[in-house]
């Protein structure tokens, strides 16, 4: 019977992690936890990926609704 229990971090604390808005206090395990497990890095790096395509998502539709209010506008003159 293993008696290794691994500790992981749950996916809402690697993406604060990932977002930057995790504290120093709470960075300070992770980091120490990530070098050793893969698991938890895989997981970061899919939460990486998920921040940027959201990221590029709303900036689109920032642009988008940019684009709108611009034609709008013209259209109020
Ligand atoms: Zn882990």
Known sequence: MSTCIV????????EKYA??????LDCGPLEEHLPLCEDCRTRLMKVEEYI?????ALTELEIHSNARIGAQSVFAL
């Open 7 to 14: 500790l992981h971090f749950p996916d809402d604390v690697l």
């Open 19 to 24: 977002m930057g808005s995790l504290s120093n």
């Open 52 to 56: 940027l395509v959201v990221r590029a």
